[in-house]
């Protein structure tokens, strides 16, 4: 398995920006999906992106356009810039590394929008 530790997290308000780390330790040896999924307060955990070993890349449509999932560097650490907040972003943001044999996930990193 890997372990994942996420980063990147505050208060922002409307309209801001924030730029989400995944340190990532530990190696995959099959295909697997590094991703970014939130929990909002009263709601269900929902993928917002996730990018393929092989660079597909997918979002939500609640934030198409407007955040960006990359890899940072050539392991498992991913990033999500996140532009044009909105008070419904509002959410506990986990990262995760999805493979055939496991799933792992971080501890989450808390995101709030407001004013």
């Known amino acids: 398995q890997v372990q994942l530790v996420e980063s990147g997290g505050g208060l922002v308000q409307p309209g801001g920006s924030l730029r989400l780390s995944c340190v990532a330790s530990?190696?995959?040896?099959?295909?697997?999906?590094m991703g970014w999924y939130r929990r909002a307060p009263g709601k269900e955990r929902t993928l917002v992106a996730g990018?393929?070993?092989?660079?597909?890349?997918n979002y939500a449509d609640n934030v198409k356009g407007r955040f960006t999932i990359s890899r940072a560097n050539a392991g498992l650490s991913i990033s999500l810039q996140m532009n044009r907040l909105e008070p419904e972003d509002t959410a506990v943001y986990y990262c995760?590394?999805?493979?055939?044999?496991?799933?792992?996930w971080g501890q989450g990193t808390q995101v709030t929008v407001s004013s």
């Open positions: 995760n590394c999805l493979t055939r044999d496991f799933s792992s």
């Open positions: 530990g190696s995959v040896k099959t295909s697997y999906v």
């Open positions: 990018i393929s070993n092989l660079g597909i890349i």
